[in-house]
């Protein structure tokens, strides 16, 4: 693996893990808002539709100075260390984590650290759960591999759903059917926005293009973190584009800095929006000109692991197999997105492959060629799993 000269600011970093910086999040605690403002969503209300986050949780002006209060002052997740026996003792005997055993594994690096994102669910449940409340609508039609799609689960079993919280003495609300509905039966998944955040403040970009916005997780991180001047992303799905411009409307009180576009439509460097989705596929996307990243920063799809609608745009039904997909989707768009990336530019892919597939290795292989491979960070959100995010930096 190469390693580069240019780090990343982990002197910084490793600063806030001993507690020097953020001091001002010790005035408020904006970590517990979801006690209070987060579910501030009713948990008592009950539906008789399918239970929509946004029919419970609220979202005016004072929760959306709450959410933003909360992304600024969001507990740090990092730590860094040079070797697995240094890990913090916190992580090997957090239970929620279930990590101890990390001791015994070699563990990759970035940049000749180990560098692990700590972030439970529980934890950051609030300003995780926030896409929902605009995009949950396109995402209960997602099917994950082997499972059915949370709407056509809910049509099935709501019966059976509402019968069983009464065994398990739960109250039969919105909060416990959703929570119920989750454990049978597996969602396509979110990104979390707590991990995003904290890449945000790892790369500190001004200029950032993702290669699939998916649900509109890393747009509402892009939305709550200081500094950006542009998000660019491309997404097929056409659920989700009316959805994306409410969202900013609401982060932002204005349209205006903002498009939603097809590849009729062209943005010169002299009229780019602040936030720009195009509708259609990355790797025929047309992207705005005259205009450089200097991050990369992406959850493409895992082949067919979710199928998150059956327009004909999706990557999976547009190119069969998974050579097809792997030849005719995501090396273009990686590819694409390197000539994009500006010299010393981070591209950060967070990667998995659908069961039988092993198409990792060779995309690995296949960047290393164009770039110099930084290594290996992880995440980590309970039940002992690190999720690696692979980083490359553009010569």
């Known amino acids: 693996m190469t390693v580069i000269t240019k780090k990343l600011n982990y002197k910084k970093i490793k600063a806030i893990k001993e507690n020097k910086e953020n001091k001002k999040s010790k005035k408020v605690n904006y970590n517990d808002i979801g006690k209070s403002v987060g579910k501030s969503a009713d948990n008592s209300i009950t539906s008789t539709d ?155 970009p001004k200029r950032w293009l993702d290669i699939s916005a998916g649900w509109g997780d890393r747009l509402l991180s892009a939305l709550l973190y200081d500094g950006l001047e542009v998000y660019c992303g491309a997404d097929p799905n056409p659920c989700l584009h009316p959805l994306y411009k409410k969202m900013i409307a609401t982060f932002t009180n204005s349209t205006n800095n903002s498009k939603t576009r097809t590849n009729k439509s062209n943005h010169s460097k002299a009229n780019i929006p602040q936030y720009i989705l195009i509708k259609d596929g990355f790797e025929t996307a047309v992207l705005p000109t005259g205009i450089t990243y200097d991050l990369v920063f992406s959850s493409p799809p895992f082949f067919d692991l979710e199928i998150y609608s059956g327009d004909k745009s999706n990557s999976y039904v547009k190119y069969r197999g998974v050579d097809g997909w792997f030849n005719g989707f995501l090396m273009p768009s990686i590819y694409k997105s390197i000539e994009y990336l500006e010299s010393g530019g981070h591209l950060v892919l967070y990667m998995g492959e659908a069961g039988g597939t092993k198409y990792i ?32 930096q553009k010569k």
């Open 361 to 392: 290795p060779e995309m690995i292989s296949l960047i290393d060629k164009l770039t110099i491979n930084c290594g290996i960070f992880y995440y980590s959100g309970g039940g002992g799993k690190l999720r690696e995010f692979y980083c490359w």
């Open 50 to 204: 399918y239970p929509f986050l946004n029919k419970t949780m609220k979202i005016d002006e004072n929760s959306i100075n709450n959410i933003k209060n909360t992304a600024k002052y969001l507990k740090r997740q990092l730590y860094i260390c040079d070797n697995e026996n240094e890990l913090p003792l916190e992580i090997k005997k957090d239970k929620k984590y279930k990590l101890g055993s990390l001791k015994r594994l070699e563990l990759g690096r970035i940049h000749n650290e180990i560098v692990i994102i700590m972030s439970s669910w529980k934890q950051f449940e609030y300003i995780n759960s926030i896409t929902d409340y605009f995009t949950e609508e396109c995402r209960v039609n997602c099917i994950f591999k082997g499972a059915q799609s949370l709407l056509s689960y809910w049509e099935k079993n709501k019966v059976q759903l509402r019968s069983e919280l009464v065994k398990r003495k739960k109250s039969v609300t919105d909060y416990w059917l959703r929570e119920l509905m989750y454990e049978k039966n597996k969602p396509c998944n979110n990104f979390r926005v707590s991990v995003c955040l904290e890449i945000l403040r790892l790369f500190k």
